[in-house]
């Protein structure tokens, strides 16, 4: 049986989302080192970015094991 059509877009999803909310939390630490304070939007990134790609990852999870047990 083929996946349905949506997960591996929404799996793409959660990997960008991911690389970008990392690279944002680089930045952030980077900035700081060097004695500075990141813009908002790099600080929310880093903030937000990792749980939203975790609770991406977890309904994949979650619909992977559904759609196994009823097959």
Do not use: C, E, K
């Not at 990997?15 to 680089?26: D, R, T």
């Not at 980077?30 to 790609?53: E, M």
């Amino acid at each position: 049986m083929t996946s349905p059509g949506y997960r591996r877009p929404l799996m793409i999803i959660a990997a960008v989302i991911a690389i970008v909310s990392l690279a944002a939390v680089g930045a952030v630490m980077a900035v700081a080192y060097n004695g500075g304070v990141a813009p908002v939007w790099v600080t929310s990134t880093a903030l937000y970015g990792l749980p939203v790609a975790f609770m991406l990852a977890v309904i994949l999870v979650l619909d992977a094991v559904r759609q196994r047990r009823r097959q």
